[in-house]
């Protein structure tokens, strides 16, 4: 179903047209109420029909109840009752109030929620996507007490792909399946303290990309960006970015980090949950914090080591041949960026970091040799007052050029998929609208990762400069 309008579709609208004409249908002029009823009855009981085939989101049931509830009220009008029978108007009033209610209920909570809707990728290629579960042999899973216990990531890949079938089916957003979308939303939204129906959207979503769809013909070598959410989040949770990145050439490889990331489904059907958990002592969940920024670290290393396994056939892939490990990026958000940066001063495999508004987290920060960029939420005066300097520190270690590009109207979430479905509230998603945060975040990436990875002309520092507020160091 397709979202047009506020959160609505076509049929939705319709519902909600109709709604409304029911309410007000009692205070028109008396030649216009019957056939005005009669229409917003029929278009009622015919969308209603329609979204009962399709399925009714839960925010359409306000919208539906104060509909039906006005046409109830309305039927002595249908049945030809005389006028004098009506109910006195100071009687309605409450009535028709309360419906209306109702109905802007129903249609501020799918404004609020709307079901996602990926931007299409803008770049030369279709997307495909895959989902990859390796082992680590070399490492044990600290997060358990077994000692034969070994670390296991789950990571998503996204990559330049053969173009599709108009009727062919799109990646759902949250997961594989539908369980493991809900697996995936319930167990996020017990993360953030959240009502799990505000994550109830994101668990239809379909993407832009087609699973396991083939591998762009060619022959072309492709740059890899290996990818960390933010502390809790989840694999999926930049989709839009990296669909974009992938129809740009790249292939990106998003990491489930078991016991860190919310919830993460294993080959076997396990639902691995976090076990990251705040304990109220800044001390303590820092270095807290730096533990989890190492294990990370490690994973994207260890991601990189396999894609160089894939890329020589010593693994199957679809992607055998077609990866280029010597152009490869580290990149995170949150705590995913600050793993992004301590990979790239552990691992001179990478030739460039982004940071997406991580604080830097690793204790033993020394020179490191790759051009950085570090996308910063508008932080406002008095606002995390370590973030800053600890980062303009971070980055002054860099042997190349570093880029810290702080945008106007942005919060901390707006560099991820969250302003496609959450409340539009400044606080959370930032002032820029649902749309222009995954737009500039694709953007200002993609030029700095063309510059440092493919050696593309031009001057950066004057493209990112349109983004926002640039210093260069």
Not at 295 to 310: K, P
Not at 420 to 432: E, K, T, W, Y
Request: with cysteine; charged share 20%.
């Amino acid at each position: 179903m397709n979202v047009t309008v506020f959160g609505l579709s076509l049929v939705e609208l319709l519902v909600l047209a109709s709604a409304v004409v029911l309410v007000l249908a009692r205070w028109l002029p008396p030649g216009a109420r019957r056939p005005s009823t009669l229409a917003g009855a029929a278009a009622l009981v015919v969308s209603a029909t329609v979204l009962a085939v399709l399925g009714i989101r839960w925010q359409l049931l306000p919208i539906l109840a104060g509909g039906v509830i006005a046409l109830a009220f309305a039927a002595p009008s249908l049945l030809g009752w005389r006028a004098g029978r009506r109910a006195r108007w100071w009687l309605a009033l409450p009535g028709s109030v309360a419906c209306l209610a109702l109905v802007l209920a129903g249609a501020t909570a799918a404004w609020a929620l709307p079901l996602p809707v990926f931007p299409e990728p803008s770049g030369a290629y279709a997307v495909g996507t895959t989902v990859v579960q390796w082992t680590d042999p070399d490492r044990a899973e600290v997060a358990t007490s077994r000692t034969d216990d070994k670390r296991t990531i789950v990571v998503q890949l996204w990559y330049p792909a053969q173009d599709a079938p108009p009727a062919a089916q799109r990646a759902r957003y949250l997961g594989r399946t539908a369980r493991e979308a809900q697996l995936v939303a319930r167990g996020e939204a017990d993360y953030l303290g959240l009502p799990a129906f505000v994550l109830d959207e994101p668990t239809r979503a379909r993407t832009r990309s087609v699973p396991d769809a083939p591998v762009a013909g060619g022959g072309d070598r492709f740059p890899v960006v290996l990818f960390s959410p933010g502390l809790g989040g989840v694999r999926t949770q930049n989709t839009a970015w990296a669909e974009e990145l992938a129809s740009r050439g790249y292939v990106v490889a998003a990491v489930d980090h078991p016991y860190d990331s919310a919830v993460v489904t294993l080959a076997d059907g396990r639902a691995v949950r976090t076990k990251v958990a705040a304990t109220g002592d800044q001390a303590e969940d820092d270095r807290r914090a730096a533990g989890w920024t190492a294990v990370r670290a490690a994973d994207l290393s260890f991601v990189l080591t396999q894609f160089g396994r894939l890329d020589r056939g010593e693994i199957p892939g679809l992607l055998s041949g077609r990866l280029d490990t010597r152009r490869a990026a580290a990149t995170g958000h949150s705590l995913g960026g600050a793993a992004a940066l301590q990979a790239a001063r552990q691992d001179p495999r990478f030739a460039a970091v982004i940071d997406l508004d991580g604080f830097p987290r690793d204790p033993a920060t020394r020179p490191f040799h790759q051009p950085v960029l570090a996308l910063t939420h508008d932080v406002e005066p008095g606002e995390e007052p370590d973030y800053i300097p600890r980062l303009t520190q971070v980055l002054q270690l860099s042997t190349a050029t570093g880029y810290r590009l702080t945008v106007p109207g942005t919060a901390h979430l707006t560099f991820t998929d969250a302003p496609l479905f959450m409340p539009p509230l400044p606080a959370l998603i930032g002032s820029v609208g649902r749309t222009a945060g995954p737009r500039i975040t694709a953007a200002a990436t993609v030029a700095f990762l063309d510059a440092t990875l493919r050696g593309s002309p031009g001057d950066l520092a004057a493209t990112l400069s349109r983004y926002g507020r640039l210093t260069v160091l």
